[in-house]
């Protein structure tokens, strides 16, 4: 039954569905969001914190285009880490903790708040195709929605099923519904379906945890913000009247490893129950335990999740092993000898459509109309599925009003070296960003997020002309004070010599933009723009050596590897790296560089090892 008329459906209200829709929304497309649960918009299914290496980059690159993470999360945020500290600027990157639930209510308000977005609660079982485009979708409840777009962004809910021991049943997430009338579309239009896994730890009632015997893991002071647009703006902010709260770190036993070599077999992956393919980077700690049979210990933070809550996620504890061992396991701990488990801890498996099916702007190509976004193109994380959301959200948008389709280039940000790496890779596990997949790594930086992508987030409409107004002033004001410094020079005397120095050449990692004035020059005043001018001016050198390199690597796509070469032999490149170049044998450096997981710094590595980089 025809009941209505949207410009885009976007199917699920998660991290990927919500960036979708409200681009959409934004963008001016009268937008329909369906959700099996309208109370779980923005639910934080795994850990509640956002950002991390690479991934913050991808939050400050939503926001420069307009989306609403970085807002949501200087909202809520109850801790704030800048990661990366000790090593250059060019690589920090923010990290927050979150109140799960205030997260989750910022977000179902700004969706309910947005002007053309309409919320149903419902389950999409089909899409309707008429002459390989998109005309309609179809839900449970039989209703039909004609639509000229379609975000499908179903996280782990299609088919999905949970896994505790050897007890398992059908669900999306923790004990919610999971959707399944979508498998048989994709089966039908000829789709490949693949089958990934993932695990979150059980959830830990802290007024049975012994903070006494435990490290505290405090955050920084001032908190670094993630929106460029969080008041005031450039500086630093904390919600007014709140503190941070603190994290702990404690560490697995003997004890704990002993608990999962004699319970493996009970385990659903290594009891042979799962299937499908988990992620390398977030590993159970069953998986830890048998990989790195070496360590006697591993590292877990315990996160709260709230401020008001006694929920506490033990970060590195995830796993699929019975309720009952999980007691066990967990109170073999430092600090958790009593611990009570409030939520067990689960694997999840569910399907997910090879990302090769898509052009770079996130459309399939097999039907015009067609978006996918998020743990539905085999990613894993809130970020990942965010930026793939908000560029699949414009698309859609775009392609409703019949014009031309953006892309993001990979060299412009980590939101297009994903989705380049997704569409002409595909995933053979879940893809989870990393700096080291970059070959741009010192441009693509937190700091210049919005200069690099607010243009595009204003010519789409998603940033106001005030909001780009003020861009543009600023980057005016860095590109002057750059100018000003390289045009400047400063006699000092070394030893019995009086030497010339640019302030740029005065710049090391012991001097900062501020140390300038004892030689006499003016620094900026504006904190960001301050940062920035610094930034720029440290890093141009190795930012050119980083552009000549990238030239040398592209003449070098074809240079063939010897059929005999022992991949073991090769320094400096990862255990995930030599694997998979075992597997796949190839016999040019430029096959080797579109494998999934071959990095740019595997393939240098390679490289010198067979003497081609000069
Ligand atoms: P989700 O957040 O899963 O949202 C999917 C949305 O789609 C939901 O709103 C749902 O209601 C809706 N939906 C689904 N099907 C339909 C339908 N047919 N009709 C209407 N609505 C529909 N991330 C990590 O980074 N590392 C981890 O180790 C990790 N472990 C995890 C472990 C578990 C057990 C789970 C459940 C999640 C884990 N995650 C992990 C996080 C998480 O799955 C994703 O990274 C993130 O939530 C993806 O966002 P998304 O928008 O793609 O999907």
């Given at each position: 039954m025809l009941v209505d008329e949207f410009d885009v459906a976007v199917v699920g209200g998660g991290h990927a569905g919500i960036e979708s829709a409200l681009a959409c929304a934004r963008m001016?497309?009268?937008?329909?969001?369906?959700?099996?649960?309208?109370?779980?918009?923005g639910q934080m299914s795994c850990n509640p914190a956002i950002g991390g290496i690479a991934k913050g980059i991808v939050v400050r690159e939503i926001d420069a285009l307009g989306g609403e993470m970085g807002k949501a999360i200087d909202s809520v945020g109850i801790q704030f880490k800048m990661l990366n500290t000790r090593k250059g600027k060019a690589v920090w990157s923010p990290r927050a903790q979150a109140d799960k639930k205030l997260y989750r209510e910022y977000m179902k308000r700004v969706c309910e708040n947005q002007e053309n977005l309409y919320i149903k609660q419902d389950e999409v079982v089909d899409i309707i195709v008429e002459k390989d485009r998109v005309v309609a979708v179809k839900t449970k409840l039989g209703l039909e929605y004609r639509v000229r777009a379609v975000v499908v962004t179903t996280g782990t809910f299609l088919n999905g099923t949970i896994y505790i021991g050897d007890k398992t049943f059908p669900a999306g997430r923790a004990w919610e519904p999971r959707s399944e009338g979508l498998s048989d579309f994709y089966k039908r239009h000829g789709f490949p379906l693949l089958r990934f896994k993932t695990g979150t730890p059980a959830r830990l009632d802290r007024r049975t945890i012994d903070f006494s015997v435990l490290e505290i893991a405090p955050g920084d002071d001032p908190p670094p913000k993630f929106s460029f647009w969080t008041e005031p703006v450039g500086t630093y902010w904390f919600p007014k009247g709140k503190k941070q709260i603190n994290c702990w770190i404690t560490y697995t036993t003997p004890k704990t490893h002993e608990?999962?070599?004699?319970?493996?077999?009970?385990?659903?992956?290594?009891?042979?129950?799962?299937?499908?393919?988990?992620?390398r980077y977030c590993p159970s700690i069953e998986d830890k335990v048998v990989k790195f049979g070496d360590k006697d210990r591993h590292q877990v933070f315990l996160e709260p999740e709230g401020w008001d809550t006694i929920e506490i996620y033990p970060n590195g504890l995830s796993t699929s092993l019975p309720e009952e061992i999980q007691w066990e396991l967990y109170r073999s701990i430092p600090g958790l000898e009593k611990v009570e488990l409030i939520r067990p801890a689960y694997a999840i498996e569910y399907d997910v459509v090879s990302p090769t099916e898509l052009y770079p702007t996130l459309e399939t190509k097999r039907i015009r109309g067609l978006f996918h976004a998020g743990n539905f193109n085999g990613t894993t994380g809130y970020e990942e599925a965010a930026g793939q959301g908000i560029l699949a959200g414009i698309n859609a948008a775009l392609r409703a009003f019949g014009k031309e389709p953006i892309y993001l280039?990979?060299?412009?940000?980590?939101?297009?070296?994903?989705?380049?790496?997704?569409t002409t890779k595909g995933v053979l596990e879940p893809y989870r960003l990393f700096t080291s997949r970059s070959e741009c790594r010192l441009y693509l930086r937190q700091d210049n997020a919005i200069f690099r992508l607010s243009k595009l987030g204003y010519e789409l409409g998603l940033l106001n002309v005030d909001q780009y107004k003020l861009i543009k002033e600023l980057k005016k004001e860095v590109e002057n004070w750059i100018e000003f410094y390289k045009s400047q020079k400063v006699a000092i005397a070394v030893g019995s010599d009086v030497r010339s120095y640019s302030p740029t050449q005065l710049l090391t990692s012991e001097r900062s933009i501020d140390?300038?004035?004892?030689?006499?020059?003016?620094?900026?005043?504006?904190?960001?723009?301050?940062e920035e001018v610094e930034i720029e001016l440290r890093y141009e050198p190795y930012m050119e050596r980083e552009r000549k390199l990238n030239e040398k690597l592209k003449k070098l796509e074809d240079v063939k590897i010897p059929e005999e070469i022992d991949y073991d032999k090769v320094p400096g490149i990862t255990k995930e790296a030599k694997e998979k170049l075992k597997r796949f044998r190839p016999l040019t450096v430029g096959q080797a560089s579109r494998i999934d997981g071959i990095t740019p710094a595997t393939i240098t590595s390679l490289l010198a090892f067979l003497g081609k980089l000069d």
């Open positions: 001016g497309a009268k937008t329909v969001m369906f959700v099996l649960n309208a109370d779980s918009i608990i999962i070599r004699k319970n493996l077999h009970r385990t659903a992956l290594y009891g042979g129950l799962i299937k499908g393919i988990g992620p280039r990979r060299d412009e940000s980590y939101i297009g070296l994903m989705v380049d790496d997704l140390d300038l004035k004892t030689y006499g020059f003016e620094v900026p005043h504006h904190p960001f723009v301050k």
